[in-house]
């Protein structure tokens, strides 16, 4: 295995060729100059080092591309312009030191070959759209399947899958074990150690084996350092291949667990988003300005970002002493970026909600135990955005919560230790079914445990 | 040029010549070479490990509140830690086969090449000391020695196969909660304090409340801030007398007086400050800072008499006591008031069968009964406040205990016990973003090896550290040349149990 040793110093090997080739390029065009003329002598020495590292690079790199899987047209254009690039570097040596006329032309070439030549290197290691992919908009956003029923299983459900996990080794431009999973016929012939899938037989499938080994074992797939599978993810290949490992048939027409049913589900409803992308508004915002940082922080509320980067923030007042309307005049400055604020055992009154009406993003708000009453939830109103609210241990009344069905993105709202009305709750959870009302007051019984102590039995004595 | 302005040229030139003088050789020389050395070491190794976060530590402020690296579910935490391993066959792990094998010997098969603390010879196998039915609507199955737990159980997640590979309690309590089994490794609950602050800068980030007559094994290490700075570390609190020892002035001493000595001890910090510039002075300060507000709000959170009666009736709590319940109750309080991490350890449960108090049918009953009631308190009145879903409640211990009951020296024992057994027990995690109702893990018919599922230590710290919003892999702190975490170099977050 001495020449994969030996073929895996391609990569730094190749640096040097192409810096000091485009250096010797460099000065040779430099040296036309009057004033660089001294530099021409450096140019000979400069091409013999730069010709002599270009073929231990041809010789590494052909070293490397027979004991590593890469795709076959790029491997090929690649090693015929690195021996290009070489014989080229070597001739224009040589014409630089016999003086020939054309000298410059040929340095032109060369310097073309090594960038053409860099360039398919480059692919081949990281990807043929490693380059461009920053420019192109393709999201990487889960699709929604807006019936899934019809979707064909391999082609929506599972293809998606290989390509995120899988594609950069075993795709078009690399393939790690002489393994494809690009395209049906190459997944059917699998690689280098046989089969990747029995149809039908989850368990006696390459696949699915290797992705349930223990990442620590080297045969786990995908390697340790890459993106892995979730738990979703290998279900659904399991009840792909469980289902005959087809590339045509639609979902309906196969087995589904209740689980794999659940799974399906969340493609029709795209709620397989993340956690992040549904708690942060998609809008930007700026940073907010430090002098109403030091402003909020001397007035003892503690600024913090919903998330390391972020500028919206959370808020707590628990640490201010005395909370007075300038309180929330400071505070209504942070508007755009104010997410939670927390002023749960504060002194807040009805009022200074009214000041933070210009709140539009707050998702989240805790007044427990404070003398909010009916007044200050009717000016909840101006928090559209408005997901969770806590007003446990408050004046709050029947009346004041029937009034928060108007905040139509209400999910949770707690109302232990207010004077709720059944009725006035039964109506709010007509109006809003998806609202999660707590009303609290949970007692635990009294249990006989609760109150004795379990004995060791008597021991009997003859 | 006036002769002002040269004069004042000529100042700048001195105090140039004096820095420079400063800055000797020798000065130069090092800093060159480290920061050369730097350089290509960090460039070096920065292929290995491209995920060291940067210190979070502010000499000035240090529990400023921090905002995680990614959007946590959970903002704090508060560990249940029952001392001493409680018998997971007979609270969580239920093992119908186990109780057709009570009475019999011992098969080779399990006792071949492996070691316990106290067996000796062949033991014989010890059915479970009490009866298991299905709840909710989950229908996990649990013991009749938690009656109320099993009301709120489809707000749990049971991890039915946690691992330790530490059969002792001391290096087992430090494996789990600071990764590691020997001394000196900062705990979670500093780790936490560390990378998120505390939005209440009255109180500590960091609390820790211990009931059953002892502190842990593993002494106060076990909540100690290894060599992250000294501000993290957990304060111990106590249910009865004062909260915080000493916390109270002495008699003769005033509110005033009291200020005007912090302030003058400080200012001669600063003096030290400004002359050593070690971070440990400033940390220092800011301790004293906050030891003198703590004197005003300590005794009003930590004081639970305070609370209504229905509070104590639902938790049990025994104000005046020192006992498991009414330091549950704090633990709302102070989760309520801000605090990051609580950490509540209860000593007891090392059931070996000694004793009728460590007996797994009387005594263990009996452990069962304290904690029962007032943990399913916790998590109802958590979720009746809106607090349990940014509350992350774990519930464990360091170690479970054997399916066969302990032979002392190979002698038969006055009362049912079992012995240490890392190899499966039972932990739970609720609240914070955890899904409930859910069990993940399983052990064979007798509950002695896992059979999948899998749960280290580490695993748990990660799950924890996930829901507070941090990546256990890039979470770490420089110290003696390397990056540490609380993870050490294992860990996978317990992505079955997230909701």
Redesign the interface.
């Given at each position: 295995m001495m020449s994969v040793f030996i073929g895996r110093f391609h990569p730094v090997f190749v640096h040097l060729p192409i810096g000091i080739l485009l250096f010797a390029a460099l000065l040779f065009f430099v040296s036309k100059k009057q004033k660089f003329a001294a530099v021409s002598a450096a140019v000979v020495p400069a091409l013999a080092v730069g010709s002599f590292f270009s073929i231990l690079s041809c010789i590494t790199g052909y070293l490397l591309s027979i004991s590593d899987a890469y795709n076959e047209g790029i491997v090929f254009k690649h090693q015929w312009l690195g021996i290009a690039t070489a014989i080229t570097s070597i001739v224009c040596y040589i014409a630089n030191q016999k003086k020939f006329k054309y000298v410059g032309a040929l340095i032109i070439l060369l310097t073309a070959l090594i960038i053409i030549t860099g360039h398919n290197g480059g692919n081949l290691t990281h990807g043929e759209d490693y380059l461009t992919a920053p420019l192109s908009n393709t999201k990487n956003d889960k699709k929604v399947i807006a019936n899934i029923n019809e979707a064909v299983v391999y082609k929506d459900v599972i293809e998606p899958i290989l390509a995120a996990k899988c594609y950069s080794c075993h795709g078009d431009s690399k393939q790690k074990g002489k393994l494809r999973l690009d395209l049906p016929n190459y997944i059917i012939e699998g690689g280098e150690e046989g089969k990747v899938l029995t149809p039908y037989q989850p368990g006696s499938s390459e696949i699915i084996n290797r992705i349930l080994l223990p990442?620590s074992n080297e045969e786990h797939m995908p390697p340790k350092e890459k993106p892995q599978l979730?738990?979703d993810e290998v279900a659904l290949l399991h009840w792909w291949i469980e289902s005959g490992a087809s590339f045509t048939e639609v979902v309906k027409n196969t087995k589904q667990t209740a689980a794999i049913k659940g799974v399906l589900a969340a493609f029709s409803s795209g709620d397989a988003t993340t956690?992040?992308q549904t708690?942060?508004p998609t809008k930007k915002v700026s940073a907010i300005s430090s002098d109403v940082l030091s402003a909020l922080s001397k007035e003892?509320v503690?600024?913090?970002?919903?998330?390391?980067?972020?500028n919206y923030v959370r808020a707590?007042l628990?640490?201010v002493e005395t909370l007075s309307a300038q309180t929330f005049q400071i505070l209504s400055k942070i508007s755009d970026q104010l997410l939670q604020l927390?002023a749960?055992?504060t002194a807040i009154k009805d009022e200074h909600l009214s000041a933070l009406s210009s709140c539009k993003q707050l998702k989240q708000l805790?007044l427990?135990g404070t003398s909010i009453t009916n007044k200050g939830l009717a000016s909840l109103d101006a928090f559209e955005n408005l997901e969770?609210l806590?007003i446990?241990q408050t004046k709050a009344t029947a009346e004041g919560i029937s009034s928060l069905a108007k905040l139509k993105n209400l999910k949770?709202v707690?109302l232990?230790k207010t004077s709720f009305t059944n009725a006035g709750i039964a109506q709010l959870k007509q109006k809003m079914p998806g609202l999660r009302i707590?009303?609290?007051?949970?007692?635990?019984p009294i249990?006989v445990?609760?109150t004795?102590?379990?004995?060791?039995p008597e021991i009997k004595t003859n | 040029m006036t002769q002002k302005e040269l004069h004042n040229q000529r100042l700048v030139k001195e105090a140039q010549k004096a820095v420079m003088q400063q800055h000797t050789r020798r000065h130069f020389i090092k800093e060159s070479a480290m920061g050369f050395g730097a350089l290509a070491l960090g460039s070096l190794l920065g292929g290995c490990n491209t995920s060291s976060s940067a210190n979070l530590f502010d000499a000035t402020n240090p529990l400023a509140?921090?905002?995680?690296?990614?959007?946590g579910?959970a903002k704090s935490v508060i560990y249940l830690h029952m001392a001493g391993a409680p018998s997971q066959l007979e609270m969580f792990s239920y093992k119908p086969e186990l109780a057709k094998l009570d009475g019999l010997d011992c098969p080779p098969s399990l006792l071949n090449g492996k070691k316990f603390a106290f067996i000796r010879g062949v033991p014989k196998m010890l059915g479970p000391q009490a009866s298991f039915k299905q709840y909710g609507e989950s229908g996990i199955w649990l013991s009749e020695n938690l009656?109320?737990l099993s009301?709120v159980i489809d707000d749990v997640a049971v991890l039915q196969a946690v691992t330790t590979d530490q059969f002792n309690h001391a290096p087992a309590q430090l494996l789990m909660h600071t990764g590691t089994p020997r001394l000196g490794r900062p705990s979670m609950g500093s780790w936490v304090t560390y990378g998120l602050?505390s939005?209440?800068?009255?109180l500590p980030g960091f609390v820790v409340l211990t009931s059953g007559g002892n502190n842990p094994d593993a002494g106060k290490s076990v909540w100690g801030s290894g060599f992250l700075p000294s501000v993290y570390q957990g304060v111990q609190c106590r249910s009865e007398g004062d909260p915080v020892l000493f916390i109270k002035d002495p008699a003769g001493m005033d509110r005033d007086i009291r200020k005007a000595s912090i302030d003058a001890i400080n200012k001669v910090n600063e003096e030290s400050y400004t002359e050593y510039q070690d971070p440990e002075t400033l940390s220092r300060i800011s301790q004293y800072e906050l030891a003198y507000k703590m004197q005003i709000s300590v005794p009003g959170v930590m004081d639970i008499s305070t609370e209504p009666d229905y509070i104590h009736e639902?938790y049990?709590t025994r104000p005046g006591e020192s006992c498991f319940a009414n330091n549950v109750l704090l633990a709302r309080k102070l989760v309520?008031?801000?605090v990051r991490f609580v950490q509540l350890f209860d000593w007891g449960w090392d059931t070996h069968g000694d004793s009728?108090g460590n007996?797994v049918?009387?005594?263990l009953?009996?452990k069962c009964?304290k904690i029962?009631?007032p943990i399913?308190?916790l998590l109802?009145?958590l979720?009746?406040?809106?607090l349990l879903?940014e509350t992350l409640v774990v519930w464990g211990s360091e170690f479970g205990r054997t399916p066969m009951q302990e032979n002392r020296e190979g002698k038969t024992m006055p009362?049912k016990g079992r012995d240490h057994h890392g190899e499966a027990f039972s932990m739970w995690m609720a609240g914070g973003?955890i899904k409930g109702g859910t069990t993940y893990g399983e052990t064979d018919e007798i509950g002695y090896n896992i059979v999948n599922g899998k749960v280290e230590t580490f695993d748990i710290q990660a799950t924890i550290l996930n829901q507070l919003?941090f990546d256990h892999e890039k979470f770490t702190y420089e110290s003696q040349g390397r990056n540490f975490r609380l993870t050490d170099l294992s860990g996978?977050v317990i992505?079955?149990i997230i909701a």
């Amino acid at each position: 295995m001495m020449s994969v040793f030996i073929g895996r110093f391609h990569p730094v090997f190749v640096h040097l060729p192409i810096g000091i080739l485009l250096f010797a390029a460099l000065l040779f065009f430099v040296s036309k100059k009057q004033k660089f003329a001294a530099v021409s002598a450096a140019v000979v020495p400069a091409l013999a080092v730069g010709s002599f590292f270009s073929i231990l690079s041809c010789i590494t790199g052909y070293l490397l591309s027979i004991s590593d899987a890469y795709n076959e047209g790029i491997v090929f254009k690649h090693q015929w312009l690195g021996i290009a690039t070489a014989i080229t570097s070597i001739v224009c040596y040589i014409a630089n030191q016999k003086k020939f006329k054309y000298v410059g032309a040929l340095i032109i070439l060369l310097t073309a070959l090594i960038i053409i030549t860099g360039h398919n290197g480059g692919n081949l290691t990281h990807g043929e759209d490693y380059l461009t992919a920053p420019l192109s908009n393709t999201k990487n956003d889960k699709k929604v399947i807006a019936n899934i029923n019809e979707a064909v299983v391999y082609k929506d459900v599972i293809e998606p899958i290989l390509a995120a996990k899988c594609y950069s080794c075993h795709g078009d431009s690399k393939q790690k074990g002489k393994l494809r999973l690009d395209l049906p016929n190459y997944i059917i012939e699998g690689g280098e150690e046989g089969k990747v899938l029995t149809p039908y037989q989850p368990g006696s499938s390459e696949i699915i084996n290797r992705i349930l080994l223990p990442t620590s074992n080297e045969e786990h797939m995908p390697p340790k350092e890459k993106p892995q599978l979730t738990k979703d993810e290998v279900a659904l290949l399991h009840w792909w291949i469980e289902s005959g490992a087809s590339f045509t048939e639609v979902v309906k027409n196969t087995k589904q667990t209740a689980a794999i049913k659940g799974v399906l589900a969340a493609f029709s409803s795209g709620d397989a988003t993340t956690a992040e992308q549904t708690q942060l508004p998609t809008k930007k915002v700026s940073a907010i300005s430090s002098d109403v940082l030091s402003a909020l922080s001397k007035e003892g509320v503690a600024i913090v970002p919903v998330v390391n980067g972020s500028n919206y923030v959370r808020a707590n007042l628990i640490g201010v002493e005395t909370l007075s309307a300038q309180t929330f005049q400071i505070l209504s400055k942070i508007s755009d970026q104010l997410l939670q604020l927390n002023a749960s055992f504060t002194a807040i009154k009805d009022e200074h909600l009214s000041a933070l009406s210009s709140c539009k993003q707050l998702k989240q708000l805790e007044l427990n135990g404070t003398s909010i009453t009916n007044k200050g939830l009717a000016s909840l109103d101006a928090f559209e955005n408005l997901e969770i609210l806590s007003i446990t241990q408050t004046k709050a009344t029947a009346e004041g919560i029937s009034s928060l069905a108007k905040l139509k993105n209400l999910k949770k709202v707690y109302l232990y230790k207010t004077s709720f009305t059944n009725a006035g709750i039964a109506q709010l959870k007509q109006k809003m079914p998806g609202l999660r009302i707590d009303t609290g007051g949970y007692k635990l019984p009294i249990l006989v445990t609760d109150t004795t102590e379990a004995k060791a039995p008597e021991i009997k004595t003859n | 040029m006036t002769q002002k302005e040269l004069h004042n040229q000529r100042l700048v030139k001195e105090a140039q010549k004096a820095v420079m003088q400063q800055h000797t050789r020798r000065h130069f020389i090092k800093e060159s070479a480290m920061g050369f050395g730097a350089l290509a070491l960090g460039s070096l190794l920065g292929g290995c490990n491209t995920s060291s976060s940067a210190n979070l530590f502010d000499a000035t402020n240090p529990l400023a509140p921090k905002a995680p690296p990614f959007l946590g579910k959970a903002k704090s935490v508060i560990y249940l830690h029952m001392a001493g391993a409680p018998s997971q066959l007979e609270m969580f792990s239920y093992k119908p086969e186990l109780a057709k094998l009570d009475g019999l010997d011992c098969p080779p098969s399990l006792l071949n090449g492996k070691k316990f603390a106290f067996i000796r010879g062949v033991p014989k196998m010890l059915g479970p000391q009490a009866s298991f039915k299905q709840y909710g609507e989950s229908g996990i199955w649990l013991s009749e020695n938690l009656p109320h737990l099993s009301t709120v159980i489809d707000d749990v997640a049971v991890l039915q196969a946690v691992t330790t590979d530490q059969f002792n309690h001391a290096p087992a309590q430090l494996l789990m909660h600071t990764g590691t089994p020997r001394l000196g490794r900062p705990s979670m609950g500093s780790w936490v304090t560390y990378g998120l602050g505390s939005e209440n800068k009255n109180l500590p980030g960091f609390v820790v409340l211990t009931s059953g007559g002892n502190n842990p094994d593993a002494g106060k290490s076990v909540w100690g801030s290894g060599f992250l700075p000294s501000v993290y570390q957990g304060v111990q609190c106590r249910s009865e007398g004062d909260p915080v020892l000493f916390i109270k002035d002495p008699a003769g001493m005033d509110r005033d007086i009291r200020k005007a000595s912090i302030d003058a001890i400080n200012k001669v910090n600063e003096e030290s400050y400004t002359e050593y510039q070690d971070p440990e002075t400033l940390s220092r300060i800011s301790q004293y800072e906050l030891a003198y507000k703590m004197q005003i709000s300590v005794p009003g959170v930590m004081d639970i008499s305070t609370e209504p009666d229905y509070i104590h009736e639902m938790y049990g709590t025994r104000p005046g006591e020192s006992c498991f319940a009414n330091n549950v109750l704090l633990a709302r309080k102070l989760v309520e008031k801000g605090v990051r991490f609580v950490q509540l350890f209860d000593w007891g449960w090392d059931t070996h069968g000694d004793s009728a108090g460590n007996a797994v049918d009387i005594g263990l009953k009996n452990k069962c009964r304290k904690i029962d009631r007032p943990i399913t308190a916790l998590l109802q009145d958590l979720k009746q406040r809106g607090l349990l879903d940014e509350t992350l409640v774990v519930w464990g211990s360091e170690f479970g205990r054997t399916p066969m009951q302990e032979n002392r020296e190979g002698k038969t024992m006055p009362f049912k016990g079992r012995d240490h057994h890392g190899e499966a027990f039972s932990m739970w995690m609720a609240g914070g973003g955890i899904k409930g109702g859910t069990t993940y893990g399983e052990t064979d018919e007798i509950g002695y090896n896992i059979v999948n599922g899998k749960v280290e230590t580490f695993d748990i710290q990660a799950t924890i550290l996930n829901q507070l919003g941090f990546d256990h892999e890039k979470f770490t702190y420089e110290s003696q040349g390397r990056n540490f975490r609380l993870t050490d170099l294992s860990g996978k977050v317990i992505h079955d149990i997230i909701a």
